[in-house]
């Protein structure tokens, strides 16, 4: 009966996923600057969970869970493109991390890599969940939730409190490593 109910009311959260009401402080598109500000409550064609609801997804629906945090790519015609990671990066168990899919604009070799990883990831599944993540009052997440929905992707999640929510909720990180960067 409670999976029922859940399932019921993300039902209802996905049919209501257009109704996030736009306020002056959203962009009218994506986000191109300021990523770590305050964020609203909610993002445009996406369904925003809590971190309680999110853990309830995970044991329900095994979505594909998608850091956005952003990371340098450093670019060498000898060795290919490599992302430089500066300190150790946690993220939620199970998680993919694709560094800078969240940017407001993105450069072509960059969207071609994220659509290729999204649809490796989902099987070529546009009905597969997928929660998108970064840290607490990051807008690459939003951005990326909107970006995906354009892409016809149907059930996709937004994770507002990130990876200090999730840490604040006392579950457990990994350490993580970017998804390689191929060109291919």
């Keep these: 009966m409670r999976v029922w109910l859940f399932i019921i ?6 049919c209501y996923a257009n109704e996030c009401v736009r306020t002056r402080e959203m962009p009218t598109g994506l986000k191109l600057d300021h ?12 369904v925003t969970l809590a971190t309680a609801e999110l853990k309830t997804l995970i044991e329900t629906e095994q979505p594909v869970l998608i850091d956005v945090m952003a990371v340098y790519l450093r670019e060498d015609q000898e060795f ?11 993220n939620l168990p199970q ?5 800078n899919t969240g940017y407001g604009t993105l450069e072509p070799k ?30 690459m997440s939003w951005n990326a939730v909107q970006r995906v929905r354009a892409y016809g992707y149907q059930h996709v999640y937004w994770y507002k409190e990130g990876i200090d929510g999730w840490k604040a909720a006392g579950w457990p990180l990994v350490n993580s490593e970017p998804q390689p960067f191929d060109q291919k």
């Design 95 to 99: 998680s993919v991390w694709l560094p």
């Design 110 to 139: 960059i969207e071609a890599w994220f659509k290729a990883q999204l649809a490796q990831l989902t099987a070529g599944n546009l009905n597969r969940p997928l929660v998108f993540y970064c840290v607490a009052d990051c807008w």
């Design 9 to 14: 009311g993300f039902g209802l959260a996905s």
């Design 35 to 46: 990523y770590r500000s305050p964020t609203p409550a909610c993002v445009p064609q996406g």
């Design 80 to 90: 290919g493109a490599t992302w430089l990671v500066n300190e150790p990066h946690f």
